[in-house]
């Protein structure tokens, strides 16, 4: 079955230490991956995307994700967190054969950056 | 950058009754509108993949006769639970797929939270 692994429910920094947030998948095909963030009771702001390309990509609010095919992994970092932050983020995949319209998300992590 | 709008942002019902949840690409055209439901503290799990002029999709153990959609325009699809119950009380997202655009891109709207009582 094609699956997205978030392994930590919440990652805990220090405001101005990086952050990483990880992201495992396992789905067919070369997949699109993708980077999103929720604030309370909002819907999801997109981040960052890898379609193809260098493995490292850049998104918003210096957030960036390093694919790694042989790891199977897309781990979302940013050097320097800051408080606003703070918030749930989703990592998505969509495969890359089968329902290619179709997103399938992780369970999410949520990040608490500490002043 | 492509806007989707939901409404009503919250909505709060009896059990027993209806609730349309309207889901609207503002400055795009979108072919292909999908209907996530978030459990609090939890995923969005993919409801239903909704294509304009036709029947929706829906995902494995999804009740199409209780979570009816319609995509009638390019631009607007509605999310009708029918005779809610309190076990339906959720936070409901769209997101849109630009016809125009990469097939990849999907944008989301802010989220509806139904609460039945």
């Known amino acids: 079955a094609q699956s997205v692994a978030q392994p930590e429910d919440q990652v805990n920094v220090a405001e101005g230490n990086p952050l990483t947030v990880k992201c495992t998948y396992s789905v067919s095909g070369n997949p699109y991956l993708f980077w999103y963030v929720q604030y309370p009771n909002r819907g999801l702001q997109f981040l960052l995307k890898y379609i193809t390309g260098d493995n490292l990509v850049k998104g918003s609010y210096g957030f960036e994700a390093e694919f790694n095919k042989s790891q199977t992994s897309f781990h979302l970092k940013k050097p320097s967190a800051l408080v606003s932050d703070s918030a749930l983020y989703f990592c998505?995949?969509?495969?890359?054969?089968?329902?290619?319209?179709?997103?399938?998300f992780g369970a999410g992590t949520r990040l608490a950056v500490h002043p | 950058g492509a806007v989707v709008s939901q409404h009503p942002s919250r909505v709060i019902c009896k059990s027993g009754t209806s609730v349309k949840i309207e889901c609207r690409s503002l400055d795009f055209q979108a072919t292909t509108m999908f209907w996530y439901r978030q459990f609090p503290k939890q995923s969005l799990m993919l409801m239903a993949t909704s294509n304009e002029g036709s029947k929706a999709t829906y995902e494995q153990g999804v009740e199409k006769d209780k979570f009816l959609i319609n995509h009638a325009s390019l631009t607007l699809s509605t999310l009708t639970v029918t005779s809610a119950h309190p076990e339906d009380s959720s936070f409901y997202i769209c997101s849109a797929r630009d016809a125009s655009g990469s097939s990849y891109e999907q944008y989301f709207g802010p989220g509806t939270r139904l609460t039945v009582t």
């Open positions: 998505a995949v969509r495969p890359g054969s089968g329902g290619y319209n179709k997103l399938i």
